[in-house]
């Protein structure tokens, strides 16, 4: 349907026009009226109308003027008039602004018919040919861009070595590159030290906001991490002042860490060198927890891990020989020298990682010793690889070696860590200092670590344990109808009723008082039954 004004300052025609025509039937819509040129001005600039039927004679503002008004703001507008014999000399007038036709009075319906029937023909061509432009159009760019992408990646691969042939690709897409700047990688970490695809198109376009233009060109590289390629003029200073605005942006908006690591360009054909050690100075977030900007030019490396030894045989021996055995403190003992070091070859730990599982498995199958894989080999090193923080590659081989050792032992008993997590929840669920944190300080393990490894084991968040153990306990003094709610919220630990109140309901489904009166009602009617 195409939206249609119609005006005349007789109202009798007015209404005739709009209400007795069949304005559906010939394809369009009456979407307002006036009766005089100011209003129908101010319909036009609120609903922006596909055509303007307009009479001619009208006071204040004719339709002359109202269609020249039209033409000059909304070109699009087509404008059909209907006038007498008389007004002849105005529809030449009006044909100064592309009219596209008019009716004479009296009129009939005939006359709208024919009119308002080549129109829409003539509308829907134009819809047509337009609709096919923006569609070619989308295709276009989406296709160009997907091209450019490839590109980059063809760059930071070092596929493109010559800085002529560079150029001259570059020009294809009218582009102009640099020929010195930065390369950018980013990367992200997520709470409780789990690691996952953190929505890369939100970053992705984020990176865009920042680095566009002459500021530099954006894309995910192969490794499928967003890369940034910006130009020498942006400056340190700037470069370093639009990553931190990334950064709290990204964080305010969807709750992501983002870690960088920064690479000086000497030209682009070096790019591929560029990019690699963008990426060896981003991976540095796995042993730096703490921060999240890495320059290689200001990375010392620390080579001594190279030489760090597997504890295999105190893992094995806690793992199959003694299952008392704290094989957990070995391993946490081995992670510990990687900690606060800057390490150039970082795929060294999951090498170690990878030697550790597989000499378990073998050590497993020699003695014919039945444990449980939950994942293939190669799974396991895709996984490892995909984790970027030493915390959570931690929990992650933890948590695989459990497994292990739970079905070697043919039994679903578990790890000493999560077995002490949860004895403090027992024992200390009253106190108001019970949390996250109380249980780290507990244990000497690291938050991240600790939600990691129980996670891992058992599925389950350690906050959400809390409150549920908690609420459990609050359920059987509250039906049992004996304490105030405020005595009962301050034994589980809860210094505000109002909080535990709402956490209540939220647990239950019910408020502590109709949680009570509902127990109360059915030990009645279990007493009379």
């Known amino acids: 349907m195409y939206r249609l004004i119609i005006v005349d300052d007789e109202w009798e025609a007015l209404k005739g026009m709009r209400d007795t025509l069949p304005w559906e039937q010939w394809g369009f819509e009456v979407a307002g009226a006036a009766s005089s040129g100011e209003e129908a001005w101010s319909l036009i600039e ?5 055509v303007l039927l307009t009479d001619i004679r009208m006071d204040e503002m004719s339709g002359i003027q109202l269609i020249d008004r039209v033409h000059q703001k909304y070109p699009e507008i087509r404008s059909v008039i209907i006038s007498g014999y008389s007004d002849i000399e105005y529809y030449r007038k009006a044909l100064e602004y592309k009219v596209f036709d008019y009716i004479l009075k009296p009129s009939r319906e005939e006359d709208f018919s024919k009119i308002f029937g080549n129109l829409r023909t003539i509308l829907d061509q134009e819809r047509s040919k337009e609709e096919r432009y923006h569609y070619f159009k989308e295709h276009w760019n ?16 070092g596929i493109y070595r ?6 001259e690709k570059a020009s294809e897409f009218g582009i102009l590159l640099p020929l010195k700047g930065y390369v950018v990688e980013i990367g992200w970490r997520v709470e409780d030290g789990e690691e996952e695809d953190a929505g890369r198109t939100e970053i992705r376009r984020c990176a865009q906001k920042y680095f566009r233009g002459n500021d530099g060109f954006v894309f995910v590289n192969k490794k499928q991490l967003v890369t940034v390629i910006s130009p020498e003029v942006v400056g340190e200073a700037q470069l370093e002042r639009k990553i931190r605005e990334m950064l709290r942006e990204a964080w305010a908006e969807w709750g992501i860490g983002l870690c960088f690591g920064i690479s000086s360009l000497v030209g682009m054909k070096e790019m591929a060198e560029g990019l690699k050690e963008a990426d060896i100075a981003l991976h540095q977030m796995i042993f ?21 030894q597997l504890p295999v045989e105190p893992v094995i021996n806690g793992v199959f020989l003694n299952g008392e055995a704290d094989w957990e403190r070995e391993l946490e003992r081995f992670f510990s020298h990687f900690k606060g070091k800057y390490i150039y070859d970082y795929n060294h730990l999951d090498f170690l990682c990878i030697q550790m599982y597989l000499e378990l498995l073998r050590y497993a199958d020699k003695r014919e010793i039945v444990v449980l894989e939950t994942c293939s080999r190669a799974e396991f090193a895709e996984e490892l690889a995909n984790i970027y923080s030493l915390s959570g590659k931690q929990a992650f081989l933890t948590a695989k070696i459990s497994q292990m050792a739970h079905s070697a032992m043919g039994t679903e008993v578990k790890s000493r860590l999560v077995r002490d997590i949860e004895h403090i929840i027992k024992e200390d669920y009253s106190s108001a200092n019970m949390s996250l944190n109380y249980i780290a300080d507990k244990t000497g393990r690291t938050v991240n670590y600790l939600s990691a490894v129980y996670k891992n084991e058992t599925g389950k968040n350690i906050n ?7 609420m459990e306990k609050a359920k059987r003094l509250v039906g049992d109808g004996q304490m105030k709610m405020y005595r ?35 030990k009645e009617e279990k007493l009379y039954d």
Do not use: H, N, W
């Not at 609120?46 to 596909?50: A, E, H, K, N, Q």
């Not at 010559?162 to 150029?167: A, D, L």
């Open 142 to 157: 989406k296709s160009r861009e997907a091209l450019l992408e490839s590109f980059f990646c063809d760059l930071s691969e």
């Open 46 to 50: 609120t609903i922006i109308p596909d």
């Open 162 to 167: 010559e800085i002529g042939e560079i150029s």
């Open 464 to 470: 959400d344990e809390i409150v549920r153990y908690r």
């Open 488 to 522: 009962i919220a301050e034994s589980i630990g809860y210094t505000d009723s109002s909080y535990f109140a709402k956490l209540f309901k939220r647990y239950t489904g019910l408020s502590p008082a109709s949680y009570r009166e509902t127990v109360a009602r059915q």
């Open 288 to 308: 730096m927890e703490t921060e999240q900007i890495f320059s290689y030019q200001d990375l010392i490396f620390d080579e001594d891990c190279v030489v760090v």
